[in-house]
Structure formats: structure tokens, C-alpha cells
């Protein structure tokens, strides 16, 4: 009742025009200050969304750093035990040298076909070996040049040479090279990823003619087995 005296008071004094402009500029700034109240809350929502995306992100990219540092630290931590082992391995069966020969791909053919190599990634030698150091010698070594040796490693799983010399006639390419390096006895076992495949091949060499019994060779296997658990 207050506020209808009030309105009729208004506009007896100043009449309707005036009355009927004033309600139009309060209803404005009404509608004006409900916009900007909405587009402040908008603006809010709009930067709330922003932060929580970078959030998002932020932990995408946390998470990622911190799994190459764990894929890094489980590789070092890996390269350590494999070396143990290495270590164990040559002095339990006296070689002068023991050494890990890794598969990879370094290239493509021109036909597009892989250019399939093989390389030396660890290695331990006695302090009185005289053998020259796989690590540097045997680097992006195409499979074509020990075929013979591939071919066995795959489908019989080892190769044993008491005496290398008879290597000549099988493999005459991988027999100059162990010729040269001055190993006249090897033992090898191949290393296979989960799903079967051959990723290459530990490697027991002696300087002298040295022959490993059957227990011996059972035992080596266990070893090689155990290094092989982690290669991956």
C-alpha cells in the first residue's frame, strides 16, 4: 500500500513521462548489473574449467616424466645385476671372457626390407685375457656374416664349440673373426624376449681349448636363464 501511495505521489508531482523514463533506465541497469553478475560467474566457470584442464595436463605430463624416470632407474638398476651375473658366470666356469651379443635393427634395405645387425652391449673379461673387447670390435655387424651361427642360435638354442677350428668348414666368415680374436673354445646360449623371439645370445670364450662336461653346461644354462630374465 506504502509503495502504490508512493508511485502516485511520483507521478502526480512529475507526471507520467518522466515516471515511465525512470522505470526504463532502472529496468536497464537491472538487466545490465544480471549480465555482468552472469558473465562474472561464466568468466569464473570459464577459468575454473581452464585451471582444472591444466591440472589434467599437468599430471599427464608428471606421470609421464616420472614413468621414463622409473624406465630409466629400472634399466640402470638392471644393467647392474646383469653385470653381477656376467661376473658370476665367467668365474664360475674359469672363460677368459664373457660377453652378451644383442639383435637389432639399425636401417632398411633398399627393397624396404630391415637390415637386421648384431652388436656386443656387455661384456666381462678376466684381468689376464688377451682377447680384443667385443664392445668395440663388434658393432652393427650384419647377421649375413655368421648366418650359419644365427641359424643354430635360433633353432637349437646354443652353440658349443669345444675346438672353433671346426667352424671353417660351416661358417668360414665367423670363424676368421674368432680366429683373429684368438678364441679357440665357445659356448653360447640364445636369449628370447616373452613372446619366443630371438634377441641374441650369451657368449662364454676361452683362449685355450677348454670343454665344458654335461654339468657343467646344465649349470651354465641356469645362469644364462637367469641373465636372460633380465635383459627386458
Known amino acids: 500500500m506504502d509503495v502504490f501511495q508512493n508511485l ?13 523514463l525512470v522505470a526504463v533506465v532502472f529496468g536497464t541497469l ?25 591440472q589434467k ?11 621414463e624416470q622409473d624406465k630409466f632407474r629400472y634399466e640402470v638398476v638392471n644393467n647392474g645385476k646383469i653385470y653381477e651375473k656376467l661376473a658370476e658366470t665367467r668365474a664360475t666356469f674359469k672363460a677368459d671372457i664373457i660377453t652378451i651379443y644383442e639383435f637389432h635393427n639399425g636401417a632398411n634395405k633398399k627393397s624396404g626390407v630391415p637390415f637386421n645387425k ?7 673379461k678376466s684381468p689376464a685375457c688377451c682377447i680384443p673387447s667385443g664392445l668395440t670390435s663388434f658393432k652393427d655387424m650384419p647377421i649375413s656374416m655368421n648366418w650359419w ?12 664349440l669345444e675346438d672353433t677350428s671346426i667352424l671353417e668348414k660351416e661358417d668360414c666368415g665367423t670363424f ?18 616373452d613372446n619366443g623371439n630371438l634377441i641374441g645370445w650369451v657368449s662364454i670364450e676361452f683362449e685355450k681349448k677348454h670343454k665344458l662336461n654335461i654339468p657343467e653346461l646344465v649349470e651354465y644354462k641356469k645362469m644364462v636363464r637367469i641373465i636372460n630374465g633380465y635383459m627386458f
Do not use: M
Not at 8 to 20: D, M, Q, R
Not at 30 to 53: C, Y
Not at 149 to 160: D, I, P, Q, R
Open 8 to 20: 502516485l505521489e511520483f507521478v502526480t508531482t512529475y507526471g507520467w513521462p518522466i515516471f515511465i
Open 30 to 54: 537491472t538487466l545490465i548489473l544480471s549480465k555482468t553478475k552472469r558473465a562474472n560467474r561464466n568468466s569464473k566457470s570459464n577459468s575454473d574449467l581452464i585451471d582444472l584442464l591444466l
Open 57 to 67: 595436463q599437468k599430471k599427464v605430463v608428471d606421470e609421464a616424466v616420472v614413468a
Open 118 to 124: 648384431f652388436s656386443a652391449t656387455y661384456e666381462r
Open 149 to 160: 651361427w644365427t641359424n643354430s642360435l635360433l633353432n637349437e638354442g646354443f652353440v658349443y
Open 176 to 193: 676368421q673373426i674368432l680366429d683373429e680374436k684368438g678364441i679357440n673354445s665357445i659356448y653360447c646360449h640364445s636369449l628370447f624376449d
